[in-house]
């Protein structure tokens, strides 16, 4: 059974926590076509941090 407010509740650890990491980062995924309103059953959160390439 799929838990949506206990994935909401991830979603909002994991951004706090790349939040105090001071980390550049976007929700991917079926959490983040929520936002945009495309409904989607999701079990997981997926990000991807935006690390850039080198010393560029």
């Known amino acids: 059974m799929i838990h949506l407010p206990g994935v909401l509740r991830a979603a909002v650890e994991v951004q706090a926590f790349c939040e105090e990491q001071q980390w550049r980062f ?24 935006l ?6």
Do not use: A
Not at 36 to 49: A, E, F, H, I, N
Not at 51 to 56: E, L, N, P, S
């Open 51 to 56: 690390t850039g390439f080198g010393d560029f």
């Open 26 to 49: 976007c929700f991917i995924g079926g959490i983040s076509v929520q936002r945009w309103g495309s409904p989607r059953v999701t079990q997981d959160v997926d990000l991807t941090l």
